[in-house]
């Protein structure tokens, strides 16, 4: 079945040190997003990369990283920077330039503070 | 500029009863609306998707929604609630952004279905 796979589903993170969550996708889609969840918040971009090589800043890319080496992956590093890093992290896809796509969801990884 | 406003962050129904879950849409272009629900430590699964075409969408598991442009509302309702209908709820409208699909969320309502 085509999907969109993330792993860990949970990750612990000291002080100072980056972590990275992996996202993959086999739906062919072009695009690719990372979303954060905070409770009460809904959902808020981080960074979307609509090409391989290419991504931009969402709402609140500060203190978080990304690539997008394959169209199949799309990689987020949590940097030391982000002094709040505990959320619910999603990944989503989606068919790029056509209106109304929805996204398709994988299932979360979870990042707490040690 | 585009926002949606869920109008409840929490509705109680009892099983069999029917459920109504509010959303207000703003947007500068005809919006593209959608409805995801969201299972514990789960990701969003989409419900249904409005794009224009009949304004009376049918989706999964007995879901449907109206779009009713004069009122800037897209009301998500279900006749009689099941104990599995009991998730977290978001109402998304998306609006093109330079060819891309960029999604605003509401912040959720929390479904809880009572026996």
């Known amino acids: 079945d085509g999907g969109i796979t993330q792993s860990p589903k949970y990750l612990f993170r000291k002080e100072g040190q980056n972590v990275t969550l992996s996202c993959e996708q086999n739906l062919n889609h072009d695009a690719m997003y990372w979303y954060r969840q905070d409770p009460g918040q809904g959902l808020r971009l981080i960074y979307y990369s609509q090409i391989v090589n290419d991504f931009q800043k969402g709402d609140i890319a500060e203190g978080y990283s990304v690539s997008r080496e394959k169209k199949e992956s799309f990689p987020l590093t949590v940097t030391s920077a982000q002094k709040n890093p505990t959320a619910f992290y999603l990944c989503a896809s989606s068919i790029f330039g056509r209106e109304g796509q929805p996204q398709h969801f994988g299932d979360g990884t979870r990042l707490s503070i040690l | ?115």
């Not at chain 2, 069999?16 to 514990?40: A, D, E, I, M």
């Not at chain 2, 998500?76 to 609006?95: I, R």
């Open chain 2, 1 to 115: 500029a585009q926002s949606v406003t869920q109008l409840d962050s929490h509705v109680s129904v009892s099983e069999g009863t029917p459920v109504l879950l509010r959303c207000n849409y703003s947007s500068s272009y005809s919006p593209s609306l959608f409805w995801y629900v969201q299972h514990p430590n789960k990701g969003l699964q989409l419900l249904l998707k409005y794009t224009s075409a009949a304004t009376l969408v049918k989706g999964i598991n007995g879901f449907e929604a109206e779009f009713k442009k004069s009122e800037t509302s897209f009301h998500l309702t279900k006749p009689s609630a099941h104990m599995s209908d009991a998730a977290e709820y978001f109402c998304v409208v998306s609006g093109i952004t330079g060819g891309g699909n960029k999604l605003t969320f509401g912040t959720g309502t929390q479904l809880k279905v009572e026996l």
